[in-house]
């Protein structure tokens, strides 16, 4: 085969010099890690950036998600979506939080508020939802719910870097958010996350938990984790931020070209886009319905025989890994509309530096099948 691979994604590398000058700073300073200079300005940057107060940065998204669960003090069963990548439910698991799937909206493709209330029990003490590919939950009727119940909101927002909707950035809402710096995301540190808090004493608290439950040499307030970014990471995130706006511009190019080019294709229905919001364009999900001539996995399997590596967002769904299934919310008849998306949908290429002659063949090969 002599065409190049497509992969559904591809990090945002800047030129290697104009990282070199990070680099020099870190081999003549000597600190490698531990809330070094490059940390705090990363952090007071993503802010600045982001339009949040509080953000602590965390090794990946998924001890960031682990440790805001512990920073609430989150116990019993929590009311999650099982249409996300299975870290989301995980971080629960490590909390020894019983995840209770709730069924997604099957036009959004998040969290369904309406159907939240009815998996709500004595043991309940929180609400996990996911924006989905970087698409805002109904924030206002999932706080609606969490103040009638007394619940606490702890966002995976790991795809929704830079998002924002009629309020503003989606990462002020619930008590928590919490991203991904990982480089298959929109903006990446190689491997990196950050919870955004709504107050001081919450991210104080949060940056103990990071750090070993650290407060000063000789005291420890908490069993607290490793889960600190190093400053190489961090560097990597300065330099990033300098190219973002201009990645995202990209990425909401390739996003229209395939909107047009495939949204009158006979049974490939894509999700629409959400009213009054700035969207990152992290993924393209299509659904590919009955009516379309293949089968979702026979178009995926085409596309891989043409070197496109299309990739099932989010299939299988989290509640049928063998760790989960044997829970009764994660039986497929209570999530019907998240069983059926996780049948249809493939996520297809988009990354800043893919070729318009790249994402020709991507589409040729929706189109032709
Ligand atoms: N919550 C949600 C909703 C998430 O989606 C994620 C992560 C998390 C929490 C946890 O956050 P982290 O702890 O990861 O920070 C990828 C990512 O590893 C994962 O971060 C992400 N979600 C998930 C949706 O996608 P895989 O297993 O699909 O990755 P992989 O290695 O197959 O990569 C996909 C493609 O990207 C490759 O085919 C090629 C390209 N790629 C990948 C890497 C790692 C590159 O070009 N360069 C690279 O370095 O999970």
Redesign the pocket.
Known sequence: MSDKPI?????NLPPLEEFVPYLRQIWDSKILTNGGPYHQQLEHALCEYLGVDHLSLFA??????VTALQALRITGEVITTPY??V??AHALLWNDIKPVFVDIDPESLNLDPAKVEAAITTKTTAILP?H?YGRPCNVSAIQKIADNYNLKVVY?A??AFGVQNACGGILRHGDLS?L??????VFNTF???AIVSPDAKSKQHIDHLKNFGFVDEVTVVAPGINAKMSEVNAAFGLLQLRHVDEALKRRAQISNTYRQALERVHGIRLLSEPEHVQANHGYFPILVEDSYPLARDELYQRMRERNI?A?R?FYPLISEFPMYRGLPSAQATNLPAATRAAARVLCLPIFPAMTPAEQERVIDVVRAS
Do not use: I, M
Not at 7 to 11: A, K, R, S
Not at 180 to 185: D, L
């Open positions: 992969y559904v994604t591809q990090p990946n998204g998924t001890l960031a998600l996300s990548f870290a989301t996911v989905c995976d790991a795809h919490v991904s710096f990982h480089a298959t995301k491997e990196g996350g590596y990739r967002y």
